[in-house]
Structures are given as structure tokens and as C-alpha cells.
């Protein structure tokens, strides 16, 4: 395998993104990814668990990023805008990653495996963002309804993102989508 090369988690998830699309996440090994990384299974092993978390290997550090956000959001906010900015947080993230964030999204979409572990992620998101509401002084129902509704903005919201003829950026589709919810929770 050579010599060391710098960015090794980097080249790992690259190289299993490229793989999944060109093969399929079941076809693909482990194997195979660190070869095309150009480093060995040991080393990908001392990065992922498994092959499945090659894709979600940023999920606690985007939670966390959301989290703060909203804890961070002035006392004054409401719920709802607390989660606006968590939103508007995640959102900046995206900056520059919607070729690879649609990849990724398409070999989910197309595996039940990775489409569970996908659910299971919004779940903690929803779990820690209500939390996050609580801590602020939210009572419930209200903290976990919004924390709730912030990430259907969000799986909504980036589901638009990455579809195909989709040009605006993820921030606007959040506030889009965000507005759409208020209007339909405004009565009427």
C-alpha cells in the first residue's frame, strides 16, 4: 500500500461514495473500498465501523452543530425560530457538497438498510432537539412537537435540495419549507 497519505477518512468515504453509486452499497466490500482509497481494511476499520457508517460518519457532529444552534438562539425566539436557526446552522454546512450530497442521498434512497439507519438518524436528531428546547425553557408537548416538525423541515427541505432540476440553495429551501409550515399551522 505505500506510503502514508494524509486525509485517509476523507479518502475512505470518498471512495465508498464512488463505489456505492458505480456498484451498489451490497455489492460493494470493505475490500474494495480501501483499495480504491489506496490504503488497507485495517485502516478503514481504525475510521468506520462498517461500511453503512462511511455514510454516516458526520451525523453526531451535524446533530451537535443543530443542537447548539438552537440553544444558542436568543432567549426572546420562540420555538419555532429557536429551530430556524439550527436550520440556517445546518444549512451552511451544505455549502459547496450538493453533488456529494446527492450521491449519497441516491444510494440510501436505494438501499432499506441505509434507508433505516437514515431514520434512526433524524430520530436522535429529534430526541436532542427537543431536549435542547426543554433545556431552554419549552415545556412539553410543545418541545418535542417542535423538534419534530424541524426535522421534517429538514428531511423535507433537503429532499428538495438534492432533487434533480433544484438550483436553489439549501438555506433557501429550508426557510421555503419552513414557511410552508407555519402557513399551514396558521389555521385556516
Do not use: C
Not at 13 to 35: F, K
Not at 152 to 180: H, N, P, Y
Amino acid at each position: 500500500m505505500g506510503r502514508w497519505e494524509p486525509n485517509a477518512r476523507e479518502r475512505l468515504a470518498r471512495a465508498a461514495l464512488e463505489l456505492y453509486s458505480e456498484r451498489g452499497y451490497e455489492q460493494t466490500t470493505v475490500a474494495e473500498i480501501a483499495q480504491r482509497a489506496g490504503l488497507t481494511e485495517r485502516t478503514f476499520f481504525r475510521h468506520y465501523a462498517d461500511k453503512r457508517e462511511v455514510l454516516f460518519g458526520g451525523s453526531s457532529a451535524l446533530q451537535e452543530l443543530f443542537v447548539n444552534a438552537v440553544a444558542e438562539a436568543p432567549p426572546s425566539a420562540a420555538p419555532i425560530d429557536a429551530v430556524a436557526a439550527g436550520l440556517e446552522a445546518v444549512s451552511a454546512v451544505f455549502v459547496g457538497r450538493h453533488g456529494h450530497s446527492r450521491r449519497r442521498h441516491a444510494v440510501i434512497v436505494a438501499n432499506a438498510v441505509l434507508q433505516e439507519r437514515e431514520l434512526i438518524k433524524l430520530a436522535s436528531l429529534s430526541a436532542a432537539l427537543a431536549d435542547a428546547l426543554r433545556r431552554r425553557g419549552v415545556p412539553e408537548p410543545a418541545a418535542s412537537l417542535t423538534a419534530e416538525a424541524g426535522v421534517a423541515v429538514f428531511k423535507i427541505g433537503f429532499e428538495r435540495w438534492v432533487g434533480a432540476a433544484e438550483e436553489r440553495t439549501m438555506a433557501q429551501l429550508m426557510r421555503e419549507s419552513l414557511d410552508e409550515l407555519k402557513a399551514v399551522t396558521a389555521g385556516g
